[in-house]
Nanobody, 126 residues
Framework: QVQLVEFGGGLVQAGGSLSLSCVAS????????VGWFRQAPGKERELVAR???????YYADSVKGRFTISRENVKNTVYLQMNSLKPEDTAIYYC????????????????????WGQGTQVTVSS
């Protein structure tokens, strides 16, 4: 399994920006589908954005047009650029890696993601 560490959370005012990084170690990250999930207090963990091995991007409707996911395989890093942040974006953000072998629809859920970072807090004040 790959080990993941997130960086870049913090406190920002509404309308501001934050950039998160997910750094992998242990094996090549290029073989993984990588998702950014978030979990707010009292809510289920939800997929925010996902990037495939070929860098195809997916975004939840709630962040489309505001967040951008990208990957830099030579650095074993996946990024999440978050712009126009809203108070409802407040959550712990996790990156997670998934390997092959699941149906396409599974990658919208937590099920294929076996490697998880420890999470980083993002707080957006109004």
């Amino acid at each position: 399994q790959v080990q993941l560490v997130e960086f870049g959370g913090g406190l920002v005012q509404a309308g501001g920006s934050l950039s998160l990084s997910c750094v992998a170690s242990g094996r090549s990250f290029s073989d993984y589908v990588v998702g950014w999930f978030r979990q707010a207090p009292g809510k289920e963990r939800e997929l925010v954005a996902r990037i495939s091995r070929s860098s195809t991007e997916y975004y939840a409707d709630s962040v489309k047009g505001r967040f951008t996911i990208s990957r830099e395989n030579v650095k074993n890093t996946v990024y999440l650029q978050m712009n126009s942040l809203k108070p409802e974006d407040t959550a712990i953000y996790y990156c997670a890696g998934a390997t092959r072998g699941y149906a396409n629809n599974d990658y919208y859920t937590t099920r294929p993601y076996k490697s998880w970072g420890q999470g980083t807090q993002v707080t957006v004040s109004s």
